[in-house]
């Protein structure tokens, strides 16, 4: 199963972590990385090592998704790129981590990490123009 | 030139940089002046894609970067300059970048000697390239976003770090 490590500024990564396990239970395979002011890269670099040597132990790559791109845990999470094995999709809400976790097992990390990205940007939507149309 | 901010950040280009420095300076551009950065294709790509549309962004050597700033081809940008440590400031202000103010934001040293707040601890390279160029005239200061409060450096020098 593709590991999924959520990564963001301060307690948002844990939070939708909690988030989502609240709504669909224990979530194997997820790791929240949190990033504060003061943390330096080597320390933060060590922190995303460990998340996705915990989270991708059984082979089938790490999806990180981040808060925002651009923002320093992604650019950090670029720094752990690699065909098929790690891949960053950026601007996380929980639609996203939801779906990620119910479309994992029998998917390639290329194929869910595409799932996502459509379906996070499906997921954003605007009351009023529903009732209008 | 117009340099609207000359900031030390070994972060570079990331959130503070973005969503809250860029709209407060009004920088229409973004000069990294980063010798490892400048060869670094993928990191190079990735990070100019950040920055958002209508802001020019130029991510090069400090000697290309120098170069680009004083050219007077671009004497009406508004530029932010990034450098990811003291020692690049001083080699790039050596070249004729004149910054008048230096922002330190963040800088993280393991082997750091002196903390200044929480996003800045300085080693003795650090503290001695910062004190070139403030006997060069540079007035340093502290500010982490623009809503933090401005602070000269040598009032925050008051806090050693213990060798462990």
Known sequence: MVGLVIATHCGLAGELVRTAEMILGPLPFVAAVEILRGDGPDEIRQRFQHAIDVVGQDGEGVLVMTDMFGGTPSNIGFSFLEQGLVDVLSGVNLPMLLRASQERSGRSLNELALLLRNYGQQSILLASEILTK | ?164
Request: aromatic fraction near 4%; glycine fraction near 6%; charged fraction near 20%.
């Open chain 2, 1 to 164: 030139m117009s340099i609207v901010l000359a900031r030390v950040d070994n972060r570079l280009i990331h959130g503070q940089v973005l969503e809250a420095w860029i709209p407060n300076t009004k920088a229409n551009c973004i000069v990294v002046a980063n010798d490892e950065i400048a060869h670094a294709g993928m990191r190079k790509m990735l990070m100019a894609a950040a920055v958002p549309r209508g802001i020019q962004v130029i991510i090069e050597t400090i000697e290309d970067s120098t170069r680009f700033v004083l050219s007077p081809d671009n004497s009406s940008l508004r530029v932010m300059v990034l450098f990811a440590s003291p020692d690049d400031a001083l080699h790039a202000y050596c070249l004729g970048l004149h910054f008048p103010q230096l922002n330190l934001g963040n800088l993280h040293r393991p082997q750091g000697v002196q903390q200044l707040g929480c996003t800045i601890t300085l080693d003795n390279a650090d503290i001695s390239s910062l004190t070139e160029l403030e006997s060069k005239g540079v007035d340093i200061n502290l500010q982490c976003v623009p809503s933090d409060r401005l602070r000269g450096w040598r009032s925050m020098i008051k806090k050693k770090i213990k060798p462990s």
